[in-house]
């Protein structure tokens, strides 16, 4: 069994490279089905969500090439539709992406439904409004989803109920090569949803207004194949910064791009924390100043993002006074409090709200990572607690954060994963 070993409550100095956004790779990788030629992907993070997604396009028949950069070639001449294994499909929530691109390739696709972090209902009824404003039938099993066209798919508009991310995405997928002007309004306007549509539009494609609540897809007959570098993790720097600031210590953090982070370093001012930013970097510094009770609300992009919602939660714990913390985007996203009450925070939830009364300082306790980000903020408030800290099923924690415990330990956090061998009955 692997475990987080953390010697909290030592300061942190010193510089940390961001590197490639989970959640661009991802749709990033499966839009390469729509190329049908050799893709180089670079800037990719080495996390098992991305391997996990190259190994179901190597299923379905693409060919992967790890170059010696560490960028990927990508080669989808040769892709089997319908044919991505339930096993695989079932591991992560970003595997619907090939409804999307089957979609806009085949005219069909059938798939298992995702998996991912567990925030209760996550329902795809966004993605299915706009395949069907397409002219695909959908039909629903227990496990899985069907996706067709006796009549061929049509270009078309779509209004979302609500901007999100994944419907975005699986309809621009569907549309990029579908004849005549799709319009999507109410679109999510997340800086992965840009990325994704400057890598469509360096292949060929004609996609405009990502970024913004209108998007416009006129499509193509073909794409072609090119080299592309993804966004930095955004997600992953507000880790890192907040990391900073709940443990009086000052992190620049590298190769970001500072707008991406503008509502999380709003948040850290209005708490007292010291920002810099630079053109490609921020620093982050807190010496010992107390940390104000705020209000947060998580909310689709330019607001505070939902992914960083259990990091700034342990922020919360530290901070003078009550806080509140409300989600605005999941439904379950505060399963990780219980393991933030083991080490002493004070947590009320009520449906969607966290109401938090803060402490100069929280205590070590064997923990565990119920999530992904989950598992990022059981790090933080290990490295800002004095003593020993635990943390068990760090898997989620591999999912999607690239070197995570080398990166702390360069910066002076005293902490390692240990394996510890399994305990039976009978002591074997």
């Given at each position: 069994?692997?475990?987080?070993?953390?010697?909290?409550?030592?300061?942190?100095?010193?510089?940390?490279?961001?590197?490639?956004?989970k959640n661009a790779a991802l749709p990033i990788l499966f839009s390469t089905i729509l190329v049908e030629d050799k893709c180089i992907i670079e800037n990719l993070?080495?996390?098992?969500?991305?391997?996990?997604t190259l190994n179901i396009l190597t299923a379905m028949g693409a060919k992967i090439r790890e170059l010696s950069n560490g960028s990927i070639e990508v080669d989808t001449k040769v892709i089997n539709c319908g044919s991505m294994p339930d096993e695989l499909a079932h591991t992560m929530r970003g595997?619907?992406?090939?409804?999307?691109?089957?979609?806009?390739?085949f005219g069909w696709s059938e798939a298992a439904f995702p998996g991912g972090c567990d925030f209760g209902s996550r329902p795809m009824d966004q993605h299915i409004k706009g395949f069907e404003?397409?002219?695909a039938t959908v039909i629903?099993?227990?496990?899985?989803?069907?996706?067709?066209?006796?009549?061929?798919l049509k270009a078309a508009s779509v209004y979302l109920d609500v901007a999100s991310v994944g419907a975005t995405i699986n309809i621009m997928l569907a549309a990029t090569k579908l004849e005549g002007l799709t319009i999507i309004d109410n679109a999510a306007r997340e800086p992965h949803v840009v990325d994704l549509a400057n890598f469509l539009n360096s292949c060929g494609a004609d996609i405009s207004g990502a970024g913004t609540e209108v998007i416009k897809i006129r499509g193509v007959k073909t794409l072609?194949?090119?080299?592309?570098?993804?966004?930095?993790?955004?997600i992953e720097a507000g880790t890192f910064m907040i990391a900073a600031a709940a443990t009086n210590s000052t992190l620049t953090i590298t190769n970001v791009i500072p707008k991406h982070l503008e509502s999380i370093t709003a948040k850290l001012l209005e708490m007292g924390v010291t920002v810099t930013e630079l053109d490609d970097a921020v620093i982050v510094s807190r010496n010992g100043t107390p940390l104000k009770r705020i209000r947060v609300k998580t909310i689709f992009y330019p607001g505070f993002p939902t992914d960083m919602q259990p990091q700034i939660c342990v922020l919360l714990c530290l901070a003078e006074g009550q806080s509140t913390l409300t989600e605005g985007v999941f439904d379950n996203r505060f399963k990780y409090?219980?393991?933030l009450i083991r080490m002493g925070a004070n947590i009320t939830v009520q449906g969607r709200t966290a109401t938090i009364e803060g402490k100069p300082e929280l205590h070590c306790a064997n923990i565990r990572a119920v999530d992904l980000r989950g598992g990022a903020a059981m790090v933080i408030a290990g490295l800002a607690t004095k003593g020993v800290t635990w943390i068990d099923d760090i898997y989620h924690i591999?999912?999607?954060?690239?070197?995570?415990?080398?990166?702390?330990?360069?910066?002076?956090?005293?902490?390692?994963?240990?394996?510890?061998?399994?305990?039976?009955?009978?002591?074997n």
């Open positions: 069994m692997k475990k987080i070993y953390i010697n909290g409550g030592k300061p942190l100095l010193g510089s940390i490279e961001v590197g490639g956004m993070p080495k996390i098992s969500d991305i391997k996990t595997s619907y992406y090939v409804l999307g691109a089957e979609l806009g390739r404003a397409l002219g629903e099993n227990e496990d899985s989803i069907k996706c067709s066209s006796e009549n061929g072609h194949g090119v080299s592309y570098a993804i966004i930095p993790d955004m409090t219980d393991e591999e999912r999607g954060y690239v070197d995570l415990i080398e990166k702390l330990r360069a910066v002076g956090a005293d902490i390692k994963k240990v394996d510890i061998p399994d305990i039976t009955p009978n002591g």
